[in-house]
């Protein structure tokens, strides 16, 4: 027989292991934008490599969410609670993936140096990290409000993405020398922009686990 | 109290509603790839429309299987039915999202006419479209090989992606004028890449459910 204090503690563990993959979730996308700017292909197998520690927590919270709604059978806010945790599970493992496709194309950036310093991707990583940063806060202490303000970062990642394509299409238009690397760094900016939509996709998971209610901040 | 044959209903229901949504994403694809093909914007608005049908059949979906588990308390192999389904409900809605990119790119692709026919993109949406529905299939009757010959197509999405993605950089280094145009059908062929690893994760789904255990079929 499970107790309210039972839950209670499941739940705080739970969200222990989320915070924890959350920091993971962090650091890679500080190590794949420093081994962009380095062009370090070392640190961009390390991103890689460190993805598997990341996949493998996201199926450990999964498998204790389901364990959780099985045994304790919560209900309203707190089945909630689970459904979120599990939800920013995925969104996090799929920030991952997007950190991990911005690696494998250092990989292929590496053999050339850049025509110019890159200086927009890391302000478009400041941001997508300060979003996780925020996102899990919000759900911890499932603050709807923080949550909403977190999304509204988004459009300056949105803002960033379509600046720095327009420049790479004109550098390409200019110079075909430059237009394989450009091509790679177009990509670079869209697995930011969507590393940020996954964020946002966090943001629209506490307004639900807080309000009960679904609202699209995706727009 | 609910018995097993409660269950055993609860779960067909369960399995129409996730082949349904399947078989509006089988649609989208046709559809978006329709609209690429015949650069026909009205069409595309369609898709980005249809998407919204989507996320509402997997948000339904999700809270099914949460107060499935809640209230029926389903173990090991039963456990994993209800999960399979919420996953496979995420990736079917993010292959619905990788089409609404697709048409959103159509929309910026329908000022000037293709300086070429596009006929990797059908094929590659074939393949897509294939893998989906054997996923549903081997979903539904547990068919785990099924499940992993379904996954090998993925080599073939990956094997046009990259001969497409060196097609349109020799075409864009050849000639300048061809560049906006073939950045685009760029990011087309990505999503259309990444709609096929979705269709592999419902593979790896259905091994699991079967087998329970994990393994990385996304190499």
Same mark, same amino acid.
């Given at each position: 027989?499970?107790?309210?204090?039972?839950?209670?503690?499941?739940?705080?563990?739970?969200?222990?292991?989320?915070?924890?993959?959350?920091?993971?979730?962090?650091?890679?996308?500080?190590?794949?934008?420093? !081994?962009?700017?380095? =062009?370090? !292909?070392?640190?961009?197998?390390?991103?890689?490599?460190?993805?598997?520690?990341?996949?493998?927590? =996201?199926?450990?919270?999964?498998?204790?969410?389901?364990?959780?709604?099985?045994? =304790?059978?919560?209900?309203?806010?707190?089945?909630?609670?689970?459904? !979120?945790?599990?939800?920013?599970?995925?969104?996090?493992?799929?920030?991952?993936?997007?950190?991990?496709?911005?690696?494998?194309?250092?990989?292929?950036?590496?053999?050339?140096?850049?025509?110019?310093?890159?200086?927009?991707?890391?302000?478009?990583?400041?941001?997508?990290?300060?979003?996780?940063?925020?996102?899990?806060?919000?759900?911890?202490?499932?603050?709807?409000?923080?949550?909403?303000?977190?999304?509204?970062?988004?459009?300056?990642?949105?803002?960033?993405?379509?600046?720095?394509?327009?420049?790479?299409?004109?550098?390409?238009?200019?110079? =075909?020398?430059?237009?394989?690397?450009?091509?790679?760094?177009?990509?670079?900016?869209?697995?930011?922009?969507?590393?940020?939509?996954?964020?946002?996709?966090?943001?629209?998971?506490?307004?639900?686990?807080?309000?009960?209610?679904?609202?699209?901040?995706?727009?």
């Amino acid at each position: 027989m499970t107790t309210r204090s039972d839950f209670d503690v499941s739940l705080k563990n739970l969200q222990q292991d989320l915070l924890r993959m959350g920091t993971l979730v962090e650091e890679q996308i500080e190590k794949g934008i420093e !081994a962009l700017s380095r =062009q370090d !292909a070392a640190l961009a197998d390390q991103v890689v490599a460190n993805d598997d520690e990341i996949d493998r927590m =996201q199926l450990e919270i999964e498998d204790r969410c389901m364990k959780l709604i099985a045994m =304790q059978q919560p209900m309203a806010k707190d089945l909630r609670r689970i459904s !979120a945790a599990w939800r920013i599970s995925i969104d996090l493992e799929r920030m991952s993936d997007n950190i991990v496709d911005i690696a494998k194309s250092i990989r292929r950036l590496a053999q050339e140096p850049y025509f110019k310093p890159l200086i927009i991707f890391p302000k478009m990583a400041q941001i997508c990290q300060r979003m996780v940063k925020d996102g899990l806060d919000a759900y911890v202490f499932e603050d709807q409000e923080l949550a909403i303000r977190m999304s509204e970062l988004d459009h300056q990642v949105d803002s960033l993405y379509k600046e720095v394509f327009q420049e790479l299409l004109s550098i390409m238009i200019q110079d =075909q020398q430059k237009i394989t690397q450009s091509t790679h760094l177009l990509f670079v900016a869209r697995y930011l922009e969507r590393f940020g939509d996954h964020a946002t996709n966090i943001a629209e998971t506490v307004v639900y686990l807080v309000s009960g209610e679904r609202k699209d901040l995706n727009e």
